[in-house]
């Protein structure tokens, strides 16, 4: 028994090409769908953790899906915005913690997302460097944004503008970073965190400038009257919000008619959360409000469609795969015709040889099994971050 | 299934293979109050404080964290004042525009009380607030509200009970016994109003001047002919100030003036010169060096008392 292994592989270490090929081929077939699915288990089960952990979400009448790809993963397109009204009308109930969210801009690819400290709270996230916001024009940064932009607590990002073309468009906001997040692999990591009045200062709505009062901004007043003072194009905006000029920082017209673009509720109990759900669900009403886990559970059972045909495939090109191999050990067993014509010569029972050729099979499958489980093993511990490291590149 | 769910779902498939996976929630983040033993209450100023302390009693620490001789309306907290104020418990508001520094700060508005959030249609609009206009906005301005409420006591009732109603209901335990003290707040403010009432209507019609515009509310309460100029108590008034004032009473004949504080020697003696007999009404911002509110508030009514009899 111990010649015929020895035998059997020999024979595969002299013809390791050969051996190498029909092992990778069907580690990768055995491989791919188990990892898939691997990836996929652990990438919807991330999904729907976060949206679990979002109770209910407020947000314009549209598309539920875009508007909980924004809420949660500040991804998607931008969805209608609603006025800040909303959110204090929702605290005003007395049913539901209201934390506004306005995810509009970026800066240099990554989401800004103007939001309160209640965010952090709701969202159990901790600063590890540096210290939370507390001034107009400051920033948090998640860590993979801190990663990415090589940026720590006192340097600073700057908001990029929604369209080169725009050149009446508001300056580009210059914000101070006060800190990093915990690395919390969510969506979390990805997103320049601001007071949702620095949202506000980004899109314009509120506005640093010279007191146009003063003598020494004579320069920039086009007309002043008594109890009016136009100023004219020359009129110095402030790109940043510092200490010296953070006192001239003001918004135009009443905050409650400012934009958000969701509001996360987190109601105490079951009932709240059924009375706020009645609410909301009436015809006449411009607001929506939608249970995140609902839509997720939605969207991944079409996902989970979308990978059954993948694993179909993969199947299917498996079968043919291994049927190649098949005839690829067969068409082998003619062409060592003659050497196990040699061997049955030299004494070689028909078990023995028989033996020969099982092993080989066995260790050529056996290997691509083990390596395959080895594979799965690594996509469990470093697909997800491997994958997006390769697409960040 | 829509063609277009297809799409989102091929979309977002590719999307979960690149960002979707987690780890667990991390242990040490911290959760909501930790490391509190009893309530924190930060306020914005003096009154607020005054009654939070009252209301509070022992199971609440109250701060203010501005510093003596500094107006609360307008100073400004440093960042490592605002995380404190973060921190806090509860942060107590005036409203109406008062210390425009929580605009410019990122504060947890859970945590936030507006205490004349309830009483917006008693505020008192400023009118000659000075316009501007740049670019399609249209005129706008930086101040539009009066905000030294408290000095109207039935508005000062209104906030010191929005503050007994959010320590009650958020934290009931803690403030055990409040609403005897909101009852003893309420009657010492129906006296101070009384005396109030009293001490203003020997002179209800006769011309007065405020040396500041901080007595709009005092001025609508007690139905006072004030009007107000820009005198600060530290500082010599211009001439172009003197010019104004002097305009001032040729058609406002007043004979008193309120002070916010003790104003300077040589402005009294000039005032006199006037015919303007100086008077301290201190609104009490700011944590006087003795007494507390109630007692400054009753030291401006004999000051008003004092000044009235002697003319």
New interface residues.
Partial sequence: MIQAFYLGWRYLAFHRFKTAILVTSITLIVFLPVGLRVLVNQSSQQLTSRAEATPLVIGAKGSPLELVLNTLYFRSEVPEPLDFAEVTALEATGLARAIPLYVRFRSRGWSIVGTTLDYFEFRRLRVVSGRQMTMLGECVLGSRVADDLAVGPGDHVVSSPESVFDLAGVYPLKMRVAGVLAHSDTADDDAIFVDLKTSWVIQGLGHGHQDLTRPEASSGVLRRDDTNVTANASVVQYTEITEDNADSFHFHGGLSRFPVTAVVVVPPDQKSSTILQGRYETVESLTQIVRPVTVMDELLETILTVQSFVVAGAVIVGLATLASASLVFLLSLRLRRREIETLFKIGGSRAAVGTVMVFEVIVVLLTSVVLAGGLTLLTREFGSAAIRAFMRM | ?SRS??V???V??S?????????P??P?????GEGNDGLTVYAVNYPLAYFGERIGGDGVEVVLPVPAGEDPAFW?PA?EQ??AF?HADLIVLNGAGYA?WV????????KLVDTTGGVRDRLIGIE?T?????GP?G??S?GETAFTTWLDPTLAVDQAWSIAFELSTRWPASVEGWQERIAEIEQDLSVLDASLQQVFSERRDEPLLGSHPVYQYLARRYALNLESVHFEPHEFPDDAAWAELEASLARHPARWMLWEGEPMAETRTRLEELGVTSVVFDPCGNRPDEGDLLSVMQSNVENVRRAFGSN
């Fill in positions: 299934m769910r297809w989102v779902s091929l977002v498939s999307w979960l293979l690149l960002g979707g996976c987690a780890s929630d991390d040490e983040r911290p959760g909501p400004s960042p605002v995380e973060q425009k605009e410019r700060v990122t504060l947890p508005t859970s000659s000075v316009t501007h206009t740049h906005e005129d706008h930086h």
